[in-house]
Every structure is written in structure tokens, then in C-alpha cells.
């Protein structure tokens, strides 16, 4: 299991994440009610700075996430969600799973920080 470092959970570091997630996560709502087609990209750059999350709050050697690792800081089937989102970014329904995927985690940085302290 891949752990979180307890250095990069605090709360200032990881709080801009989800303040990125809330900006791109209104424009991505926004390009599926519009159906204007850019949902694809926007989501593109969520699933990046989720990515980015997880591998900044985690004790690892890689730049990126490894598929077939367990990650403490992820919520339960984090890699199947992620990999199902990655496959159809497009998709509303991956708009929603990546929405819960910040919220779970958020959640899980939050305990992980009591535990830790």
C-alpha cells in the first residue's frame, strides 16, 4: 500500500485541489447542460488535478498514479472509478463519479489527518 505522507494531507496544502474541483467542476455542469462539447476537455483537466491530488498527498517514487497499487488516500475502488472515468470523460455520469471521487476524498484527507496528528 502506497500511504499518505502526513506532510502534504494538511489542510492548507490540499484545500486548493478542491477549490480547483468546485471552479472546473461548475464549467464542466455547465458544458453538459449546454451540450456545447467541451465537457470532454474540461473533464480531461479535473481527472488531471485529481491525479495530481493523489499523488502530492501520497509517499511514492512516480509522477503519476500506478494503476495496480493501493493508495491510502484513495475512497473505496478509487482506481476502478478513476480508470472508468478515464475511459469516458465525456460521459455525464463520469462528470458525477469524479464529483464523488473529490468528496470522498476530501473526506478521507480529513480523517487521515486525525489519525495521523
Not at 38 to 51: P, R, S
Not at 56 to 61: G, H, K, L, M, R
Not at 94 to 107: P, S, W
Amino acid at each position: 500500500m502506497i500511504t499518505s505522507n502526513p506532510d502534504t494531507i494538511k489542510k492548507e496544502i490540499v484545500e486548493p485541489f478542491f477549490e480547483g474541483w468546485e471552479t472546473l467542476s461548475q464549467q464542466i455542469h455547465e458544458a453538459h447542460d449546454q451540450r456545447n462539447g467541451q465537457a470532454d476537455a474540461l473533464m480531461n483537466k479535473g481527472i488531471a488535478l485529481y491525479e495530481k491530488l493523489v499523488v502530492t498527498t501520497s509517499i511514492n517514487n512516480s509522477a503519476n498514479i500506478v494503476p495496480n497499487e493501493d493508495y491510502e488516500v484513495l475512497p473505496i475502488n478509487g482506481i476502478e472509478r478513476l480508470q472508468f472515468i478515464k475511459a469516458r470523460p465525456g460521459q455525464y455520469a463520469c462528470y458525477r463519479q469524479l464529483d464523488e471521487l473529490f468528496r470522498e476524498t476530501k473526506k478521507k484527507l480529513a480523517r487521515l489527518r486525525v489519525k495521523k496528528s
